[in-house]
């Protein structure tokens, strides 16, 4: 009998382990796994979103910094079927760290250490901003030369392509937060870490870098069904569906409070150039919209947006296409900010071929050039930097005399150099409007030019009306830094463009 009751105790106490065990183990109080030490989180008076989850539905989070707390809020429901906690932090002091970050709920205290205020920017695109730092010609120095910049932190997305929205990243799919050195930078983004080297020494605080792209890519998988909606003829892309990389790579970044984006993209979008017109606006107002709204307005609805205009690709090549695309990178204005693309910035790369890069001709290896135009437009635009030259020279006027062609930049304000030896001008003679891409066109060589214009020659066109001029309009326009026009105190390349006088 004794030992009857005694199996008996033995299993009611181990269905009370058991079941101690089970609401142990179903008990959930984490941040999310964009949040680790290291990390950046961003400054100003707008704040910045700290969140996890937790599996106690109104149980109250306090977080701290350093030990004092800064906000608190209740856990909720979510969107995803989940209990989630969010708060938002505020810093406006100078002091931007190192921190630690403590939230505390009834089910526990979370740490994380080394935490700092500052810029954050996420880095998108594909094959082009994922070259890695380990690619470029000088990497030794560069990892060298990344010890004088402890507090730019960097964090990678693997790819990760979903058929539905994700709210946070899997931790198997990412490189938390670092600290910059040779180990986490081998495999980081070479364009994202020279911009955001550039920055910090600008500014001399800390920069956040959130890498997330994926190599061979169009812009349709980046895009939200929503951003999809607005160009309405898009087809699926590779062998993934429309908006996997949406869903996987940047949906969980959303509550993340960022200052901007930069965006190496549009070669596998060459076949197709027209409607990246239309694509690539509705996609920068949906990410805008999107993240504004998922990090509760931290992040501005107007987030300043840089990308890279497409460099130079196969040597030779008169093809246009690739000289299309960079037209529609900037929504056909041919220079960015413009009433499509608000508060955007560019870099022209099109004078940077690489014709012997080992990665082949479509990765060149001149990052540091690319990131350096970059950082420049940023801090023009993104920065509002006053007196700033920070983009090449545009046409402003176009006067024809005779057989000869005026071209303004800049309404005479910008000096301009010219490299007489490049042949980029091309007109097109007819009674009718010219087509940008197709119909006769002629080289119209510079027969002189001043301080802020040139004069082109166009009498090839004859008795045959001037209908409309181009610029840089092939693949590779021009050799290494060697196109026809440059600001003359800047060194920067005016873009193409394209003008009918119909």
């Not at 058929?163 to 899997?170: G, R, V």
């Not at 003829?233 to 993934?240: F, G, M, V």
């Not at 920065?383 to 024809?400: D, I, M």
Request: proline fraction near 6%; hydrophobic fraction near 35%.
């Amino acid at each position: 009998m004794t030992k009857t009751v005694s199996m008996v105790e033995s299993h009611i106490l181990r269905m009370i382990w058991l079941g101690l065990c089970i609401a142990l183990c179903e008990s959930t109080f984490n941040f999310a796994n964009t949040y680790s030490d290291h990390m950046v989180l961003q400054k100003g008076s707008r704040g910045s979103i700290v969140w996890g989850k937790s599996s106690k539905l109104g149980d109250t989070v306090h977080v701290s910094l350093n030990g004092h707390e800064v906000a608190h809020s209740n856990v909720t429901h979510d969107a995803y079927g989940g209990l989630i906690w969010m708060v938002k932090i505020v810093m406006t002091s100078h002091y931007y760290g190192p921190y630690n970050l403590t939230a505390r709920s009834s089910l526990g205290e979370i740490t994380v250490y080394d935490v700092m205020f500052g810029d954050v920017w996420l880095c998108s695109g594909q094959s082009n901003m994922e070259f890695t730092l380990s690619k470029l010609m000088n990497s030794t120095a560069e990892y060298a030369d990344a010890s004088q910049y402890q507090d730019v932190r960097v964090f990678r997305a693997n790819h990760f392509p979903s058929s539905n929205s994700l709210e946070d990243f899997h931790l198997h799919n990412i490189a938390r937060w670092a600290k910059p050195s040779q180990s986490t930078l081998t495999r980081f983004s070479a364009v994202c870490w020279l911009f955001g080297k550039r920055l910090s020494s600008q500014f001399g605080y800390p920069i956040g870098l959130i890498e997330s792209n994926f190599g061979g890519t169009k812009i349709e998988l980046w895009s939200s069904p929503d951003a999809l909606s607005q160009c309405s003829d898009s087809k699926r892309a590779n062998h993934i569906a429309d908006s996997g990389l949406w869903n996987g790579m940047i949906s969980p970044l959303l509550r993340n409070t960022i200052y901007g984006t930069i965006w190496y993209q549009g070669e596998s979008n060459t076949p197709n150039p027209g409607k990246y017109a239309c694509q690539f606006p509705a996609m920068i107002s949906d990410w805008r919209q999107k993240f504004s709204a998922a990090s509760l307005q931290t992040t501005s609805p107007h987030f300043p947006f840089g990308f890279v205009q497409l460099a130079g690709n196969h040597n030779g090549t008169n093809g246009t296409y690739f000289a299309w695309m960079r037209w529609t990178q900037t929504a056909a204005y041919g220079k960015v900010p413009n009433a499509k693309m608000p508060n955007t910035f560019m870099a022209v790369a099109m004078d940077l071929p690489d014709f012997e890069s080992p990665y082949g001709t479509i990765h060149p290896r001149y990052k540091h050039d690319v990131a350096s135009r970059l950082a420049l437009s940023a801090l023009g635009v993104a920065y509002h930097k006053s007196g700033l030259e920070y983009q090449g020279p545009y046409p402003s006027n176009y006067h024809v005399t005779g057989h000869s062609l005026n071209i303004e930049y800049d309404n005479g304000r910008t000096p301009i150099r010219v490299n007489i030896n490049a042949s980029n001008f091309e007109v097109c003679c007819s009674y009718r409007e010219c087509n940008v891409n197709y119909g006769v066109w002629l080289p119209a060589p510079v027969t002189s030019h001043d301080i802020s214009s040139v004069t082109l020659g166009t009498t090839p066109c004859g008795p045959v009306p001037l209908s409309a001029v181009r610029y840089a309009w092939r693949e590779s326009p021009c050799p290494f830094k060697e196109c026809a026009v440059y600001g003359r105190d800047t060194d920067l390349p005016g873009p193409p463009f394209y003008h009918s006088f119909h």
